[in-house]
Each structure stands twice: as C-alpha cells, then as structure tokens.
C-alpha cells in the first residue's frame, strides 16, 4: 500500500470510528435542533433541479437524507447506517474514496458536512465525477473555517472534542479550488448561519451567493464537459 493510500485508510478510519462509537449520541443531538432546522432550509433553498438517484456521502444517521429526497446513503461507520435504515436510507458502507457504484448512474450526490472528514478531497470529487451523470449535480454543505462558526469547531478540535479531533476545515475558497481542480463548475450557492454561535433564536432564511462569515454555506456544482482526467495524483 502506497503512502497516500496508509493516509486515506487512516483518514477516514479515524474520523469513523466515533461515529460508529456514538451513533445514537450524535443522531440524537438533531432532535429539536434549529441548528439543523436551519441548515436543511438552505439545503432546501436551492433551485435548480436535483435530478435522481439522489446519494448522499457521509450520510450518518439519514437525518438529511430523509428530508432531500435520498434514497442511498454511503459512510464508514455501519452504525450509523442502522440509524439511517430505519428512516428509509440504503446503506452503504464504504468511503468517498472509493465509491462502489458504476459510472454515470447517480443524478445528485451530496457531500454534508464530510468535506472536512475527508482524507484525501480531490479523489473523493474524482469519484463523484466519475459517478455522477453528464447533467448530474454535487451539493456540498460545509462550515466555512474563518467563520464564528468555523472558529467554533477548530477551537473544540484543539480542546479534544471527539467528533471533531480528526478534521480539517476549509475556507470556501479552498473547496472552489478543489471543485476547480477536479473540473466541476459552481452553478448555484447560499448562505445562512449569520448570527455567532449561541445567537440563533429563529429559523434564518438563507442568503443567495457565498458569505466566508457565514455558519452554513451551500454550493451547487456541475460536472465540465471538456473534462480530461489528470494523470498527477492527488497529494
């Protein structure tokens, strides 16, 4: 096994073995949430359409999933895919890395929050290239790192915090970059989450383009047609 391949595996390892240790500690946190309330309406704010087979990688409990119309979901740790089976989500236990699916059968895959979790993000894009449809669209969630919000979880990383111990968390310009490199073109975004931490008391509507400040941004991308497959791996 090459280098990049031992930092992948432990990658995605590490970060999964929480979730799998806490499945019904981590799916329980969303009852009640207008944290979550809040980041579904983005998600929901999206208009241009999300054509099907919907899958969603790093799907953990299903929570979003259940509510955007997915019916497959993919992660590391299959207790957290028990959670989403009962909502009516697929699991699959696998990594973005290496997504057992043919090419050109999904229609939108979403990558939620998991950006961060990823050991290596430009081969995980490959494969969502690779997956997704000619007219196919990738929806990415992501907590911006500059953000109050972004701030938030790189000072509980620091302190420890098991959930966030193992992640790395990206400006949007980073994840454009990303997006840039593995060909994919921005099409559509929203913000949300404007208020600091701890300041949020009602559902906020969403904002149209990108906010660095933001708690929440949502990006929509396609896939380039004139796409050539970089034969320079991923560092």
């Known amino acids: 096994m090459t280098d990049s391949r031992i930092s ?22 969303y009852e009640d949430s207008l944290l979550f309330e809040t980041e579904l309406a983005a998600l929901q704010q999206i208009e241009l359409p999300l054509p099907g087979p919907k899958l969603e990688i790093g799907a953990g409990p299903g929570r979003f999933a259940e509510q955007l119309g997915v019916t497959v979901g993919i992660d590391p740790a299959p207790a957290a895919l028990q ?67 972004g701030q938030q979880l790189e000072n509980k990383k620091k302190k420890g915090n ?35 931490p701890g300041s949020a008391e009602r559902l906020e509507v969403a904002q149209q383009g990108i906010n660095e400040q933001a708690g929440f941004c949502v990006l929509v991308a396609g896939k380039k047609a004139n796409h050539q497959r970089s034969l320079i791996p991923h560092s």
């Open 162 to 196: 098991p959930y966030y111990k193992h992640a790395h968390f990206y400006t949007i310009e980073d994840t454009l970059t990303i997006l840039r490199q593995a060909d994919f073109s921005l099409l559509e975004s929203h913000s949300t989450l404007m208020e600091p």
């Open 83 to 149: 959670r989403g089976l009962k909502r009516g989500i697929i699991g699959v236990a696998a990594i973005g890395e290496q997504l057992p699916f043919k090419s050109e059968t999904a229609g939108t895959l979403f990558l939620l929050f998991t950006l961060c979790f990823l050991g290596d993000p430009g081969r995980v894009l490959d494969e969502c290239r690779r997956v997704l449809k000619s007219d196919g669209r990738l929806v990415i969630g992501q907590v911006p790192a500059h953000s109050h919000w």
């Open 8 to 29: 992948v595996h432990n990658n995605w390892r590490q970060a999964a073995h929480v979730f799998q240790e806490r499945a019904d500690e981590y799916d329980n946190w």
